[in-house]
């Protein structure tokens, strides 16, 4: 009986947050990485990673830090703000597709194979449970799906000189933020092919590499607008 139960949660599929924090944050222009950066008295990751940590959809995060970083986010950030979910500390890449792709290849094999992920940018400190119900809500019924508010200003694309070339109509206009959710094989799957046939070019976000593979449509999930990037120090007010 006892082995029949824990046959059973093995199976069971996990909500696994991978946070992204390997970025060197150069359009920030400061002399420690983003991340780690002090908003609210708190480095910014922790602010997201409190979210995850007290929400009832998430069981686990993979955290993925930059080169050579691993020892001091164990230290500093893990073990001093008691996070009980992560289940790895990681060292990510050059571009954001080879953090993520760390990411899905070290859950290989120590997940279910039905299991979902919500690949977090750990520069969004706004985060919110809500939106992380929601999320979890549509990858169950409906599959991939990721967070994202209308565009409010007009958009332009200009030529190489700076003239417009074309208005899109603003109506079907989002802007893409993250969580991103899939299930665990569809991304890791279309991970693996962008990779395997070189197809990076461009890459921003989890929904595009899914899209470029054709593997699945991607629904979109009302975000908020809070959930902002913190990308240029104006974003930031400590
Ligand atoms: N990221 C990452 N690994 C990389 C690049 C980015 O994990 N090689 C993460 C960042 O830490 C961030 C998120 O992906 O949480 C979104 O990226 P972005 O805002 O572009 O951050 P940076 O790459 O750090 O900033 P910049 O592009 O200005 O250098
Ligand atoms: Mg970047």
Redesign the pocket.
Known sequence: MKEKIEETLHTEALHVAIV?????????NSDI???YLLLKGKPLVCHCLDTLEASPCIDQVVL?VGRGEVDYVRSQIIEAYSYQKVSAVLE?????Y??VSHALEYLDGRIPEASYVYIH???RPYLEEALLERLYRTVRKEGACIAAVPVKDTIKQVDKNGRIKKTPERSSLWMAQTPQVFPYVLIWEAYRRMLAEGKTEGITDDAQVVERMGASSVKIVEGSYRNQ?I?TPEDIDP
């Open positions: 992204l924090a390997a970025g060197k944050g150069s359009r920030m990485p983003k991340q993925v990510g890449g050059a571009e954001r080879h953090s940018d750990g520069a990037k990308t």
